[in-house]
């Protein structure tokens, strides 16, 4: 049975709805409240559960596929994937994670907070240990 998701998508948010499935998702994944073997919802499930259409839950769990942290089984659904330690990222993946980094850092000190905050609450949040 598919755990019940607390996930929260803001429509008109900067960021688009499936990235912050991807996300929300990740985030559940890497705090240990996803464990490996989960089966998540069905993409139709939870779209309905969202209020979005189904084809952007899709691309959020190819995105989460692609990153090894779900196996997509077709009809089956999406299971957890026992990911121990991040894959190696390529060029590619660094250059967009680097400008995704620098956006958000961007658009934190628009919202006006400070440098050190930010430096702080990053600090904080690589002291996450992956399962």
């Not at 979005?52 to 090894?68: M, Q």
């Not at 957890?80 to 980094?101: E, G, H």
């Not at 000190?109 to 430096?119: E, F, V, Y």
Request: aromatic residues 4%.
């Amino acid at each position: 049975m598919a755990p019940t998701l607390q996930i929260r998508v803001v429509l008109d948010s900067p960021a688009p709805v499936y990235r912050q499935i991807v996300d929300a998702l990740r985030s559940l994944c890497v705090d240990g409240r996803l464990t490996p073997g989960t089966k998540l919802p069905t993409v139709r499930s939870l779209a309905a559960s969202l209020g979005i259409h189904f084809n952007t839950v899709a691309e959020a769990y190819r995105v989460l596929s692609d990153e090894g942290w779900l196996l997509i089984e077709g009809r089956r659904g999406a299971t957890i994937l026992d990911r121990k330690l991040p894959r190696k990222p390529n060029a590619t993946a660094q250059a967009a994670a680097s400008s995704r980094l620098r956006h958000l850092i961007a658009e934190l000190q628009a919202k006006g907070l400070s440098p050190d905050w930010i430096r702080h609450e990053a600090e904080a949040a690589l002291e996450i240990k992956l399962p």
